[in-house]
């Protein structure tokens, strides 16, 4: 059985991958780090270039109409967000604190079966941007965009502004 979180303890950092990240090792530290990632129905992770892309199952998710519940899609792209930053860091070789600023979501239509969601930065320049503004003050933010699919069909559309605090 796996220890409990306690309020107000951190949970320790994964240590930085040697190569390629592995997502496997970050899923599983993931649900350790934040025990509700283990309900959020996340099947598989993939990066490429600039997106971060999770394949969700309904099932855990589902409101009392049978479809997504809202609140369980929102914590999905705002953890999504923080996860793209988090991944975009280790894979420069820093473990730093990241957190949401601000989010925003904006609902299309329901999600009636098992969904994607895709992460990437709003603006192509994004990560430039970031990755200058943490060499010249040690801190930056990111504004990133997440795209909930099920099947062809766009039902949630978010975007949310990602702070990297100061180094210890």
């Known amino acids: 059985m796996a220890a409990s979180r306690q309020a107000g303890v ?6 930085l991958p040697e ?8 899923q599983r530290w993931l649900g350790e780090a ?3 990632v283990g309900a959020l129905g996340i099947t598989h992770m ?16 589902l409101n009392d109409k049978g479809t997504g519940f809202g609140g369980a899609l929102t914590a999905q792209t705002t953890l999504q967000g923080w996860c793209w ?4 860091l280790r894979e420069r070789g820093l473990a730093r604190d990241v957190v949401v600023a601000e989010a925003s979501q904006r ?9 994607r969601l895709i992460c990437m930065p709003c603006d ?3 990560p430039d941007l970031l990755d200058a503004a943490l060499r010249e003050r040690g801190k930056g933010r990111i504004a990133l ?23 210890a």
């Open 10 to 15: 951190p949970h320790p950092r994964l240590p």
């Open 19 to 26: 190569g390629p990240d592995d997502l496997v090792a970050f």
């Open 34 to 36: 934040i025990p509700m």
């Open 46 to 61: 993939a990066r490429q270039s600039d997106s971060l892309a999770w394949q969700l199952a309904l099932e855990p998710n």
């Open 85 to 88: 930053v988090t991944l975009w």
């Open 107 to 115: 609902f299309h239509a329901p999600v009636t079966g098992d969904y």
């Open 124 to 126: 192509p320049k994004g």
């Open 145 to 167: 965009d997440q795209k909930l699919y099920c099947g062809d069909t766009l039902c949630l559309h978010a975007t949310g502004s990602y702070a990297v605090l100061p180094g």
